[in-house]
């Protein structure tokens, strides 16, 4: 058991009544100093009466999506660590400790439960592949450093969360909340985590192609803002590669003939260069700024205690 401090349990949820009960009961159990906030997104079952006859904190975010409810989370929550987990009781209390643990023995800003799976329908087949996939795009954009990059339970330091920007709206803030760390190479770990079937009355809200999609358009969108120069290279190396296609044949026969009897080709090849060009130049400005607001970033951090006390 680790020193007491002022932990808050926030835990995002819609339409979670038959497992809202089970998860605060399990996390209140593992420790004296926790606080478990029940943020409701817009349900239409008795989500809120459950968790309020189980002695949770309950409020209210009426935007719908996932990324909404933890901005608002992070914003109004005060607190030494905090623990984000989902409502579904697929998540294991008893790894709590463990996870505390590692982050104040190192010291760490973020802690992510990497999930085992207990039962073979636990996690869906499209799920896992689409983690592994999405994982795999972000170790090779921003290194390896992350296994689970879809693991709804993690534990925060007060310093990561109050200078975390979150601007997401969906299931893809787990994806900012990795590539957030990642980014400024904050200290971040993984702790093994029990990963259940969810309760028969629980539906999963996580649509496995449109938020798939979702997650990955984050990911595009965070390698353009966090690194530009790696993302405009790459548009500018697929441009060139474009251009010379359209332009090798036009060349030849200019030097076999003498003559460009294809001008719109050549136009066209001529103008896709200079898009390569511009493209390139613009990584390369563009990635002077993302520095300047990744040392931002890394000030605002450093500005705040590590944990309130």
């Known amino acids: 058991m680790t020193e007491k401090l002022d932990i808050a349990v926030i835990v995002p949820c819609f339409n979670e009544e038959a497992a809202i009960g089970r998860v605060i009961d399990g996390f209140k159990a593992t420790r004296e100093d926790i606080s478990v906030y029940v943020y409701d997104n817009a349900s239409t079952d008795k989500t809120v ?73 636990a996690y869906r087949f499209g799920h896992r592949f689409g983690n592994r996939l999405l994982t795999l795009i972000t170790t090779v954009l921003f290194g390896k450093r992350s296994v689970d990059l879809l693991s709804g339970y993690r534990v925060m330091s007060r310093r990561f969360v109050k200078s975390f920007p979150a601007i997401s709206s969906g299931f893809e803030i787990e994806t900012e909340l990795t590539i957030h760390a990642l980014s400024l190479n904050l200290p971040m770990q993984e702790v093994p985590t029990a990963y259940r079937e969810r309760p028969a009355m629980s539906e999963s809200k996580l649509n496995t192609y449109r938020d798939g999609v ?20 790459c548009l500018a190396t697929f441009l060139a590669f474009v251009s010379m296609v359209l332009g090798i044949p036009v060349t030849l026969e200019f030097f076999e003939t003498g003559l460009v009897a294809r001008f719109p080709t050549a136009i066209l090849s001529a103008s896709i260069m200079l898009l390569a060009f511009l493209s390139l130049t613009t990584g390369m400005v563009l990635d002077s700024v993302a520095r300047g607001r990744r040392e931002s970033k890394r000030l605002a951090y450093l500005g705040l205690p590590w944990l309130k006390g």
């Open 49 to 121: 009466e459950v968790a309020e006859e189980h002695g949770a904190i309950v409020r209210n975010e009426p935007s719908r999506g996932k990324g909404n409810v933890v901005r608002r989370m992070f914003a109004d929550i005060d607190a030494d660590i905090f623990v984000m987990v989902d409502g579904d009781d697929t998540y294991d209390p008893d790894d709590l400790n463990p996870m505390i643990d590692l982050l104040l023995e190192e010291r760490c800003d973020l802690i992510t439960g990497k999930r085992i799976e207990q039962h073979e329908d």
């Open 214 to 233: 979702r997650i990955l358009s984050t990911i595009l969108l965070f390698t353009k803002e966090e690194r530009p120069f790696l993302f405009f290279s």
